[in-house]
């Protein structure tokens, strides 16, 4: 599960990255304030929202088993733990 949260995360952390990367680039400066209005910020903020609102329908519809499938959960089988699978 914190795998798919830090994820998540840096899925929206994206637009900030490429944009600061972009003022390195232009020599703006990345820690002055000026070069982070608020719109931009509500730009950039708007653009991580759809991008993770996209990874979760993505995941959702690719993600996991099939439809059809069962799930077999993890038991002792002759002394051994067999892990879950999927059938």
Known sequence: MIRTALTEIAIFLIP???????LIATRSGV??????PVPMLAKLTLAALLLVIASFLLLAHYGGAP????Y??????????????ER
């Open 67 to 70: 439809p059809d499938s069962t």
């Open 16 to 22: 900030f990255a490429v944009y600061a990367l972009v």
């Open 31 to 36: 820690t002055v304030p000026a070069s982070w």
């Open 72 to 85: 077999v959960p993890a038991h002792i089988e002759n002394g051994r733990l067999v892990p879950g699978v």
